[in-house]
C-alpha cells in the first residue's frame, strides 16, 4: 500500500533562514506527488505538484521541491522564510485509480522566529 | 479559482445525533472527498465518489455515510454521533483528466464537537 512519511513533526526556524522539510514516499510506479500547506483555521493551499520530466519543481510562495526517485523522496525547500510562511505543510502521494485519491503524510508544523 | 464551501466552519452536536456536513464546489469536478483532520495523523480519507451516486469507502468509512444527488454537492452524514468524531473534516475535489492525478482543491473546514 502507497504511504508518505514526513519524519519531522515540528520543525523551527529563523526568519530568513533556508528551510527543507522532508518527505518519503513509498509506491511501486511512477508517483504524482504534491506540497500542501495549510494556514491555521484554513483548509490546504496546493504549493507544488510533480507529475513526470524536470525532477526540480517550482511552486507558489517561493517553494521548490526535488524529486529524487532513488532515495523515494520530494523534500520541499525554500531559500528564505518569511514569518508568514508558519504554517503546517503536508506531503501527499497520488494513487491513480477511480477516484484518484491522494495519501497524505502526517504533516510538520512549521514555527518561524523573528 | 476553484471554490470549494463547506457549510459551516465550526458545529457542536449531542451525542447520538445525526450530523449533516455539507460541501459544494462550482467547477464541475468528477471526484470529491471528505477527509477528518488529527493532530499527529494527517488526514484520513474517509469517503470518495467519482460520479453523481456513486460512493467509495476510504481508509476509515466506519460511522460515517455519504450522499451525492447532484454532482456539485457532496454531504458527509454522521448516522449517530459519537465523542471520537470531534475532529476538523475536510472536503475536497478534483477534475478527472485521463490517468492523472490531479490537485484536489480543498474547503476551508469543519471543525466539529460533539458534547
Known amino acids: 500500500a502507497q504511504s508518505v512519511t514526513q519524519p519531522d513533526i515540528h520543525i523551527t526556524v529563523s526568519e530568513g533562514a533556508s528551510l527543507e522539510l522532508r518527505c518519503n514516499y513509498s509506491?511501486?510506479?511512477?508517483?504524482?506527488l504534491f506540497w500542501y500547506v495549510q494556514s491555521p483555521g484554513q483548509g490546504l493551499q496546493l504549493l507544488l505538484k510533480?507529475?513526470?520530466?524536470?525532477?526540480l519543481v517550482q511552486g507558489i510562495k517561493g517553494f521548490e521541491a526535488e524529486f529524487k526517485r532513488s532515495q523515494s523522496s520530494f523534500n520541499l525547500r525554500k531559500p528564505s522564510v518569511h514569518w508568514s510562511d508558519a504554517a503546517e505543510y503536508f506531503c501527499?502521494?497520488?494513487?491513480?485509480?477511480?477516484?484518484?485519491?491522494?495519501?497524505f503524510g502526517q504533516g510538520t508544523r512549521l514555527t518561524i522566529n523573528p | 479559482d476553484v471554490k470549494v464551501t463547506q457549510s459551516s466552519r465550526y458545529l457542536v452536536k449531542r451525542t447520538g445525533e445525526k450530523v449533516f456536513l455539507e460541501c459544494v464546489q462550482d467547477?464541475?469536478?468528477?471526484?470529491m472527498f471528505w477527509y477528518r483532520q488529527d493532530p499527529g495523523l494527517g488526514l484520513r480519507l474517509i469517503y470518495f465518489?467519482?460520479?453523481?451516486?456513486?460512493?467509495e469507502k476510504g481508509d476509515i468509512p466506519e460511522g460515517y455515510s455519504v450522499s451525492r444527488e447532484k454532482k456539485e454537492r457532496f454531504s458527509l452524514i454522521l448516522e449517530s454521533a459519537s465523542t471520537n468524531q470531534t475532529s476538523m473534516y475536510l472536503c475536497?475535489?478534483?477534475?478527472?483528466?485521463?490517468?492523472?492525478?490531479?490537485?484536489?482543491?480543498f474547503g476551508d473546514g469543519t471543525r466539529l464537537s460533539i458534547l
Open positions: 467547477m464541475d469536478h468528477e471526484n
Open positions: 465518489s467519482y460520479d453523481v451516486k456513486m460512493k
Open positions: 509506491y511501486g510506479a511512477t508517483p504524482y
Open positions: 475536497a475535489s478534483s477534475p478527472r483528466l485521463g490517468g492523472q492525478n490531479q490537485p484536489q482543491h
Open positions: 510533480y507529475f513526470s520530466g524536470d525532477t
Open positions: 501527499a502521494v497520488g494513487v491513480p485509480l477511480g477516484a484518484q485519491k491522494l495519501v
